[in-house]
């Protein structure tokens, strides 16, 4: 594992262009990756995108997020550790 590589559930690293999905009320909510979200700016300009998230309190802290479009053309976000990266190991 390299410092500052962002890995899903299977421990694989996640890039952009990568196909990953997650298991969510008895579906998947799965796409190609659009963008991997590390600071609160990027966070802020994914607003304008119907994208919102769940800061922690009053802090600057961003939650680490994973951008995809699913399959009925929605921006998702999730966190990279709920995620699997398709075809590798599933």
Do not use: C, W
């Amino acid at each position: 594992m390299e410092h500052g590589d962002i890995y899903d559930k299977q421990g694989n690293p996640i890039h952009q262009e990568d196909y990953v999905f997650t298991r969510i009320r008895g579906g998947t909510h799965e796409g190609k990756v659009r963008q991997i979200s590390t600071d609160l700016s990027i966070n802020q300009e994914s607003k304008f995108l119907g994208v919102f998230f769940n800061l922690h309190g009053d802090t600057d802290e961003a939650p680490l997020k994973v951008l995809f479009k699913n399959k009925d053309g929605r921006i998702v976000a999730h966190n990279p550790e709920t995620l699997e990266i398709f075809g590798e190991n599933s």
